[in-house]
């Protein structure tokens, strides 16, 4: 029987029914993109770390457009360079592109995406950085506040057709915007972290330039001086000034070593961590007259090289700090193995931590030296006023 306009009321209704199911499907899928990349930008925003955060990145995009391949070509000068991949994609490490010559590079500089049927047409054939089966590819610039950093590029859909469609494009168009905000942000803290690891290391370097002009330089003037003289004296005085030269140069010879033991400690390649640091506490609180408390435990076995000398390190700038800025009478050491992660905590009963020396390049050195083995440094004040630095290094 024919509907009231005319056309047959079991079509109207399967073309009623056929829509409804095609709007389901288009709400799922929306759905499934919102939340693909809310997880993207909360996955994303919650790490600094540039070489974590491009994993995430092509990985969680890669899912998004549902890619056999995905790449990341960052700027570098004229030229794009290979930053991260993922799924069926043999990208040498060391790949690189033109800017002006290549379509990635025209697709930065225009700052809009391209959808291409062909990949083999690009500018530079796929197959000249390993993807040499690619037949479809979608690139989608990453762009923060105006300056272009890279290109997401996506390769070759997975399911019934191999090409990428206009939602494809929006998916990764909005996904490409908090990613290149990561990747900004990521680029910020590492060259804040150079910045402050230099500033750190200038700052050891010129403590070691003092106290070799304070101590030896002037120790070895003086003594020069004293041999002078001796080659003018008579037998007797010279004999008591040859004596003197003798002592100073121990004294001399003394302060060397400690400046070289301070350098690197023998006992740390040796001994191992707890002697190392056993020994270091001694010296420091013997030296500044302080009472010490000390509880190490690390199950009686090496640690391996690079986390022994960060705990040594850090506990030695807290002790120090601890002696010259805190005017402490205890300090207190501790140190065990919990859970796969080696943690070292030193307590002293000073005056606390103020916001300068909060920010000072001693404790700057602390953390950047926890951070080369993805660990982390915390300064508090403890319950007593004083302040406790603790370190955490995970062992895997």
Do not use: C
């Amino acid at each position: 029987m024919p509907g009231s306009d005319g056309e047959p009321r079991d079509r109207v209704g399967g073309l009623e029914r056929r829509s409804a199911r095609e709007l389901a499907a288009e709400n799922a899928r929306l759905s499934r993109t919102l939340r693909t990349a809310l997880e993207i930008a909360t996955a994303v925003g919650s790490d600094t770390d540039l070489p974590r955060i491009l994993e995430l990145i092509v990985e969680r995009a890669r899912a998004l457009v549902d890619a056999a391949g995905l790449l990341i070509w960052l700027r570098h000068g004229d030229q794009l360079r290979i930053a991260a991949v993922a799924g069926h994609a043999d990208v040498p490490e060391d790949a690189a592109i033109p800017l002006d010559t290549s379509t990635a590079g025209k697709v930065l500089r225009a700052r809009r995406s391209l959808r291409i049927d062909d990949a083999q047409q690009m500018l530079i054939s796929p197959r000249e950085f390993g993807m040499s089966q690619a037949s479809s590819s979608l690139l989608v610039p990453l762009v923060h506040r105006g300056h272009g950093l890279g290109v997401l590029v996506a390769f070759d859909r997975l399911g019934a057709t191999a090409s990428f469609d206009a939602d494809n494009e929006r998916a990764l168009e909005a996904f490409a915007a908090s990613a290149a905000t990561a990747v900004a942000t990521a680029r910020l803290v590492e060259e804040q972290r150079l910045h402050d690891a230099i500033a750190a290391a200038e700052s050891e370097r010129g403590r070691w330039a003092r106290e070799l002009h304070d101590e030896t330089l002037q120790g070895l003037a003086s003594l020069k001086l004293a041999l002078a003289g001796a080659l003018k004296a008579e037998p007797a005085r010279a004999r008591t000034v040859l004596e003197s030269a003798v002592a100073q140069l121990e004294h001399d010879i003394d302060a060397l070593h400690a400046i070289i033991v301070d350098l690197r400690p023998a006992a740390l390649d040796e001994l191992g961590l707890e002697p190392a640091l056993r020994t270091l506490v001694t010296e420091v609180t013997e030296a500044a007259r302080l009472d010490a408390r000390v509880s190490i435990d690390v199950g009686g076995t090496r640690l391996p090289p690079d986390i022994e000398t960060i705990a040594y390190r850090v506990a030695q700038e807290a002790l120090t700090n601890a002696v010259k800025h805190a005017s402490a009478r205890t300090v207190a050491v501790d140190v065990r193995l919990q859970a796969g992660t080696l943690r070292l905590s030193v307590t002293d009963d000073g005056r606390g931590v103020g916001e300068s020396r909060a920010h000072g390049y001693g404790i700057v050195g602390m953390r950047e030296r926890a951070a080369l083995a993805s660990g982390n440094v915390e300064v508090t004040q403890a319950a007593g006023g004083g302040t406790r630095v603790t370190l955490e290094l995970p062992l895997g």
